[in-house]
């Protein structure tokens, strides 16, 4: 099994509403990445998990909370958002946050905040 | 100077024409070298890893210029569906760092 799944693929919440986007993978990858994307931009790193604990936190907004409950699991919590965090959010996945091999991405959640 | 850098695109081109991208890093100590390739929302997939001596698969062949800090893919015989948006991802000291993309347009 050599895919990443997330889900839902696509999310329309208000600005109070809380979601969670979920993520998921079974090649027993310690580490797991959650990026935000904006059309015709780049994927930006959010967060790093690595054995299921926080390794990195690019400065990213409290709103959007972060939880690996295990080494296959990755959630992203919501909670607040604005009209701008509106974008494609994608989970992937590597062996180790210390290897040089390549990052699995999983398919996306399309959010839309209204 | 950014720490990944890739030709501003688009690059419209002919069916069946040859295309090449280039990438530039600024970390020496660089460790290892991707091309991901996006279609239009859809995720990121890795297309090629780059090695040091050089690697190819079908029309698609990566290089690795240590020396100047490079990094290119070249794509022979192009097709419709090359369409996309190919991205330089270096890995630096254990940080994959995205270059910004270059749009390919390929035209009937």
């Known amino acids: 099994d050599t895919e990443v799944t997330q889900t839902p693929k696509h999310l329309v919440m208000g600005m109070t509403n809380k979601k969670s986007l979920k993520c998921e993978q079974h090649m027993g990858h310690r580490a797991m990445y959650w990026y935000k994307q904006k059309a015709k931009k780049p994927p930006e790193l959010m967060f790093v998990y690595s054995y299921e604990k926080l390794s990195i936190n690019e400065s990213v907004p409290s709103r959007f909370s972060p939880e690996c409950p295990n080494s296959s699991l990755l959630n992203l919590h919501l909670h607040a958002l604005q009209p701008e965090d509106s974008a494609l959010y994608l989970c992937a996945s590597l062996l180790t946050d210390s290897s040089y091999n390549e990052q699995f991405f999983g398919p996306g959640t399309r959010l839309t905040v209204l | 100077r950014k720490e990944v850098e890739q030709d501003p695109g688009p690059f419209n081109v002919p069916e069946g024409a040859t295309v090449a991208f280039n990438c530039t890093y600024s970390?020496?100590?660089?460790?290892?070298f991707f091309w991901y390739r996006q279609d239009c929302r859809k995720e990121p997939k890795l297309l090629m890893s780059v090695y040091s001596s050089g690697n190819e698969d079908g029309r698609f062949t990566a290089q690795l210029n240590r020396a100047s800090q490079y990094i290119s893919l070249l794509i022979r015989d192009s097709k419709l569906s090359d369409s996309a948006t190919y991205l330089c991802v270096v890995n630096s000291n254990y940080q994959l760092i995205w270059g910004a993309g270059t749009k390919l347009i390929i035209k009937p």
């Open positions: 970390n020496s100590a660089s460790q290892s």
